[in-house]
């Protein structure tokens, strides 16, 4: 803030505010000042606010509008005059509000303040991944067991997502997509009521999530024996995949990790069809910082956790991706994501 040249910050942002305070409520206002950090809510949340905030804030219990106690509580604060806003979290609606009841301040838009702080993550953050990791891989590994032709792929997503809650997840990160045959080739596709067949691709990401942190995996499988060409676009994504997975470095920056994977890709003559990103970071949402993108200049740290998801989306064939969660460590990178990358064929 200091840095910004702010008084304050309004944190309007819900994984922000749990960042910094463990709120893990719906509804949520926190403004933070060099001397105090407030959390305005609602009197639904005044027994769990108290259990996970403790002394991490001061807590408000708004018996009306979040706005009306913040105006309030500015109002009787010293010394606060330029504030910042998250304007990448905050609605029109909440805007028109700053310029019309909070003209008396300065308000400036700021930008990944606190997303920075959370690219970050420590022991603690790590010991949850690795344990929504875990999640996710049970669920993969009991889906796998009951998946077969004749299925739809709705079918297979909601059996995945029962596998998920049942090994623990607090909910999921995302959709979870079950993309079979040519579908497989969109890379993320909503789960159909295609039937699945024998021969097809499916393709399956997913996430599960631990004390508000996620994972983030995709696996692809074959039902029944794999074509030689499914083999070969198979192994060309799996090198890929290792290949990246074994080189990101803090100080790499993020175009480099993903021309580690491109090149390979295209090296093999399938550039064209790997449209996406090398990967994104993961914690308390499944896509933040940092990226790992043809143009992201900025440089990985020790601590981040990242995902590496090369992929070949051949349309009408069909498409393969295999995605890990990757920890940056100052020894190099650590696989978080145990789940066999070979390609498995499914009887």
């Not at 996710?136 to 998946?147: D, H, N, Y």
């Not at 692809?220 to 090198?239: C, K, R």
Request: with cysteine; charged share 25%.
């Amino acid at each position: 803030m200091g840095r910004a040249d702010l008084d304050g910050l309004l944190v309007s942002s819900l994984p922000s505010v749990r960042y910094l305070t463990g709120f893990s409520g719906s509804n949520a206002l926190l403004m933070v000042t060099a001397r105090e950090c407030t959390l305005l809510t609602d009197f639904r949340y005044a027994t769990q606010v108290e259990s996970e905030v403790g002394s991490s804030a001061t807590v408000r219990i708004e018996p009306s509008s979040l706005w009306t106690g913040l105006w309030s509580l500015l109002g009787a604060t010293v010394g606060v005059e330029r504030i910042g806003f998250e304007s990448a979290h905050l609605l029109h609606r909440d805007f028109s509000r700053i310029l019309e009841q909070g003209a008396r301040w300065q308000w400036r838009p700021s930008v990944d303040l606190v997303e920075g702080l959370r690219e970050i993550k420590d022991d603690g953050e790590v010991a949850w991944i690795e344990r929504a990791i875990e999640m996710a891989e049970s669920a993969l590994e009991r889906t796998l067991g009951m998946l077969g032709p004749g299925m739809t792929e709705t079918a297979v997503a909601g059996m995945l997502e029962r596998n998920l809650r049942e090994a623990g997840s607090e909910g999921f990160p995302f959709d979870s997509i079950v993309a079979s045959g040519p579908r497989s080739a969109l890379p993320h596709a909503r789960a159909s009521d295609r039937v699945l067949q024998r021969g097809d691709l499916v393709l399956l990401d997913f996430g599960a999530i631990a004390g508000g942190y996620c994972s983030d995996i995709t696996r692809t499988v074959v039902l029944g024996p794999a074509s030689a060409e499914q083999e070969d676009v198979y192994d060309i994504v799996l090198q890929a995949n290792l290949r990246a997975s074994g080189a990101v470095r803090v100080g790499m920056k993020g175009m480099a990790a993903d021309a580690v994977a491109r090149e390979y890709i295209d090296a093999r003559g399938f550039g064209e069809a790997f449209g996406h990103s090398l990967g994104h970071g993961i914690g308390l949402e499944v896509h933040e910082g940092p990226r790992l993108a043809r143009s992201i200049e900025a440089p990985l740290a020790a601590g981040m956790v990242v995902t590496i998801e090369p992929g070949i989306y051949r349309p009408d064939w069909g498409g393969v991706r295999i995605e890990d969660d990757v920890l940056i460590t100052t020894t190099g990178p650590r696989v978080l994501t145990r789940y066999p990358r070979d390609l498995i064929e499914l009887s």
